[in-house]
């Protein structure tokens, strides 16, 4: 999985934080999705302004619209 967080975002510090978040998410969520796939995900600005239930709520539904959650995997 590879993310993008650009300078527009804010300062290193912010990029980062979001960086590390985005991760996370992806960790603790690694056994819905399937193996041998590359993820890219770009952050936006919009995601500077959001706490971490609402950016993995969006994680888990664009997974989810683009079909690739295994079973076990609902998005609420």
Do not use: W
Not at 27 to 48: M, Q
Request: aromatic share 6%; proline share 1%.
């Amino acid at each position: 999985m590879g993310v993008t967080v650009s300078t527009k975002i804010g300062k290193a510090v912010l990029r980062n934080r979001i960086r590390r978040r985005i991760r996370e998410i992806y960790r603790l969520n690694e056994e819905k999705l399937p193996r041998g796939l590359d993820i890219v995900v770009v952050a936006r600005v919009r995601s500077r302004y959001v706490d971490y239930a609402q950016l993995e709520k969006d994680f888990l539904h664009a997974c989810g619209s683009l079909g690739i959650i295994n079973g076990g995997g609902a998005v609420k």
